[in-house]
């Protein structure tokens, strides 16, 4: 009990909220484009995914933790998931990528967590899936990505374990999806600022398909903040290659869709995350790890994992994807201002990350219009 009420101490000292709650960019009046959201305005929007965190904090210098999104029901190794990733920076980690870029596929969960917890939660990630039904002695190919967090978390002490991998999983659910400074963006930044986990959707007209995109992105990265064309790092006075500020860091981007889409057409699907990415002010650093991972959970596009009869799985047209391409982007963009405007500042011996000020950034943002018309 004393254990349980000092790690509770611990985390309100650790991550600090302001008092009033922190709103969503759409809630404030930052709307991005044109098509409208899914009912959360999350990744969850898509029928069958499901996302769980667990957030680590731990003495005076663990800041982190793990996020796990769950690409649709079922075992998605007796069923694999169709895939596909684009690299924009390859300055990181991603366990497994050359196999789903070779097959086209994903077998597991995804994981997200802190640089130097790759492997432990890839292994950890590894068990997990060997407990599930139908399982027997196969080789795993976990999908883990990183961003780093060392500027307020000891990475080095590898703080991301079984436990905390199988209760991010065992907690993933299908309803809104916590953001800011939790699981696998509890230590990370954005621009200078807090940032971490941020989602958003797109739900396509029926005139063009009426397909749902959902976007999750663990922020981690530089450049010049801008929100809808509004200069804010500028206004703000904070952005890469001022008074030193450094320009490197990372985003781990997934991208979920219920469109019948293979593997060809996912990868290109995964490319256009990295121009919402650009509108947000990043410019891919040399010490960047960009990575996108897109999957689609139509379950006509998932094929059994072995088998000798020829299957055949429905896709769209080429032409077809241009909505979905602009959907990508548009959600992929308000994914990352939903990280920065969630993220509460959070601290430890190794130093701070501050969120960033809602009234000085609102301020910016309606002297330049960027909010919509009240």
């Known amino acids: 009990m004393k254990r349980a009420l000092a790690t509770l101490l611990v985390a309100l000292l650790a991550v600090t909220a302001t008092a009033e709650e922190r709103p969503r960019a759409r809630d404030a009046g930052l709307e991005v484009g044109i098509f409208p959201t899914g009912a959360m305005n999350a990744i969850t929007d898509v029928n069958g995914v499901l996302v769980g965190h667990e957030t680590v904090i731990e003495g005076d210098d663990v800041r982190t933790g793990v996020t796990a999104i769950i690409p649709g029901p079922g075992n998605p190794y007796t069923h694999p998931v169709p895939a596909g990733i684009?690299?924009?920076?390859?300055?990181?980690?991603?366990?497994?990528?050359?196999?789903?870029?070779?097959?086209?596929?994903?077998?597991?969960?995804?994981?997200?967590?802190c640089t130097l917890c790759v492997w432990s939660a890839a292994n950890a990630l590894k068990e997990w899936v060997y407990e599930q039904p139908g399982m027997g002695e196969h080789t795993i190919n976990p999908i883990v990505g990183e961003t780093n967090d060392g500027r307020v978390n000891n990475m080095w002490a590898d703080p991301v374990q079984r436990g905390e991998v199988f209760d991010a999983l065992g907690n993933a659910n299908g309803g809104p999806v916590p953001e800011g400074s939790v699981g696998a963006g509890t230590g990370t930044q954005a621009f200078g600022w807090k940032g971490g986990i941020g989602t958003s959707s797109r739900v396509l007209p029926d005139s063009l398909g009426g397909y749902t995109i959902g976007v999750l992105v663990q922020t981690n990265f530089g450049g010049v903040l801008t929100m809808n064309g509004a200069p804010v790092g500028r206004e703000l006075g904070t952005y890469s290659f001022s008074d030193e500020l450094s320009a490197d860091g990372s985003i781990m981007m997934v991208v979920a869709t219920d469109a019948p889409l293979g593997a060809r057409n996912l990868e290109r699907l995964a490319m256009r995350a990295m121009m919402g990415l650009a509108r947000t002010g990043s410019f891919a650093s040399n010490g960047s790890g960009d990575y996108v991972i897109a999957f689609s959970t139509h379950p006509d596009v998932r094929r059994p994992r072995d088998g000798d009869t020829p299957v055949s799985a429905p896709g769209l047209a080429n032409p077809s994807m241009s909505p979905l391409f602009a959907a990508t982007v548009e959600a992929t963009e308000e994914a990352i201002y939903n990280a920065i405007f969630a993220a509460t500042t959070v601290s430890s011996?190794?130093?701070?990350l501050e969120a960033i000020p809602i009234d000085r950034l609102l301020e910016i943002l309606e002297k330049h219009r960027a909010l919509r018309v009240r």
Request: no cysteine; proline share 3%.
């Open 86 to 113: 684009h690299v924009g920076n390859g300055y990181g980690k991603l366990v497994g990528e050359t196999q789903v870029r070779e097959l086209g596929e994903i077998e597991t969960p995804i994981l997200l967590t």
């Open 349 to 352: 011996s190794r130093g701070a």
